[in-house]
């Protein structure tokens, strides 16, 4: 009989522990090849044609990705930012009309930096500076911007929303170039992350601020630096939403900032930021939500439900299904009292 | 010494009555003015005075709900998707029903208690899963969407049990002057006088203490969110009894925006509950922003939705620059802090002088 506090048993517990964690820290990639394969497996099923619908994921899940990519920067700290989606929106009409009086793609795109690092960087400096909770601020800032943008698109554009030739973002609009920006902007991400001070110090923050700001790490500076690439992200998000949908409404990019939010989560990665941050977790996550929504889509059409029964149908499974994968991911990580 | 201890308590009560009536006092003569100068009335007749207490009773009961569990550290976004749901069953249920005066009465009595077993649907899962309230609420916010959806079949409900409640409240203007009173009293009784409210005030100051002391967080934490749940129930009635129509449109998200108003009126009310009771406060702050609603919607020719949207976002942040700078703040008025920075100055000098000389 092997006592409970001999070596040998601490020795099973412990790679109990280490199967158990590669097992969690593995199970967002494994749901990520599992729904890929489901999704191929019910679309080739329905006769459908493939390539379109996997076009169509790789349309859905870009910008999304490309904006919580950025963001993971943010909730590395511990914050969070539900801004995002008035960001992309703002910087989108604000590119529209630029090029609409101007016809220079150029300045288009530095006016759309501007205005998403500029959003970003007031975020934060209303955050920092002015010592604002940070979700707070960005409840004020969701309201301002997408208050502007719809100002803006009721008083410039017509019924629909403002225009944009399809020329000027349209040869974006493919999905080898936005594979290709999005490996380069996930890869920049995670080298900033994994390989340098930034991503180090920002885990630290976002783990034990008290702690982090006695050895001398700066909120202020990292989190200004959160901002600005969560700008950057919103930017890139903001010129794929106009490649693929040259018209801007005020329901553009509406459900961005929450979507981000399951995205991540989705991807393995705790909310409440810190060391368990992974910055591939909104690439993972970003197209398991989106493979997850459309699968669900075609399966329950399979069953005859009409179209407008299976938006409903298809929300309620997807967010079962986003509750069991949070609860399996964070099996290891339970606390004795009710989490806050 | 009678005399000292009457005069102190006095200045007190007088301090106490300040600090809770300026700030909707500065409301109404503000909204007052703004409405005078441009020859309009804030609150014209029966209806625009009906329209003014359902308002305000929206924006002070998502704020109860609202302050219930972000107080606690819980973050609750599936509010919103609680009113709409609830209200939506609710108006399903007393469809069969031969409309009458009586309909509204029914449908408030469903909205809560559907509501409270909504919100015992989100508490439940949140006490089974453990994980992070904020993630669970996502996940509730939108099955409750989706249910809502598919119920509504993604349209827009009116006519009907929506409209016998808009007319109902629109023809009796104290049916919603009840609703809040008795809802204020309900939340006072029940977070202020009883021994769940003593329970959740502990948890909410310092949870592990307070679990080790032998306080049941579990039951605590349920009946929160069946409370919340509840109040969003007369919330999503208030809604239909303001409009007269449901929106069952709402998927992915849409229907978090409801519990954003509450922002304003919970940091304000917070401010004024300082000086009386947070709950009170908060049904001060419904007033303010039911004022500065009225005020919108008699310049509804000249200040558009984005416009409102705006000033509300502004004066949230100018109100919490000054929250979370209070002291600064008070010392830029009494001009100390211009004060502190010359002495601070003044010390550096002084420190590079002496490490210079020491050089």
Redesign the interface.
Known sequence: MVNANSPVSASASINKYKVKSIAIAILPLAALAFLFGLFCIVVTANDYNLELYLTNVINRGTVLVLVATGAIFIYTLGSFDISLGASTLLCATVGVLTYNSTQNVFLTVLVMFAIGVGCSLLSSL?ASV????V???T??????L???A??LI?SNGSGNGLSLPKTVFGPLDSPWIKIAVIAVWVLLCAFLFDFTKIGRREKFLGANPFCAKLTGISMYKYAIIAFVMAGLGVVLGAIFTLSYSPTVNTGTA??IG??I??AI?FGGM???GGPRSKIYASLIGGFSYVLLNLTLNIVLRMAGVDS??S??????I???V??AV??VA?MNY??????? | MEQLITKQRAKEIAKKSVGTLAIPLVFAVVTLIACAAGGRTMISGISGFSNFLIYAGIVTITTFALSINLG????D?SLGSMAVLSTLISIKITSSMPVSSGTAIVNLLLCFAVGAILGAVSGT???L????????S??????F??????IA??KYINGGEAMAIYNFMNNNWWFALIVIAVTLALMIFVFDHTKFGRDYAALKEG??VS?NTGIK??PN?IVCYVICGAMMGIVGFLSVARSGGLDGRS????S?GIM?NA?LPM?IGGFIGRFSNDKLGYLLAGLCMSMLNSTFAAYINEV????Q??I???L??VF??YL??EQTCKDLVTGKLFKKWHDAIKMRSAQRKTREEAE
């Not at chain 2, 899963?129 to 669970?136: D, E, G, R, S, V």
């Not at chain 2, 996502?138 to 099955?143: A, E, N």
């Open positions: 209303l002015f010592r604002i909770p979700f707070v601020t409840v004020a800032m969701m309201s301002v997408s208050a502007i719809s100002q009721i509406s459900s929450m979507d939010l399951v989560v705790p909310i409440s407008q029964g938006q409903g149908i298809t929300q309620i997807s967010a079962m986003f509750l949070v609860y964070s339970r606390a004795k009292n009710l989490p806050r | 606690s550290g819980r973050f976004f899962l949140y006490v899963l453990k994980i992070p309230p904020i993630i669970t996502l996940g509730v916010t939108l099955i969407e989706g249910i809502t959806y598919s079949s993604g949870q592990k679990v967080e579990i934490a998927l992915s998200f849409g978090i954003f922002f940091f558009s939705a984005s416009t949207s705006i509300n976002a502004v949230l942040v919490l620059i979370s700078n």
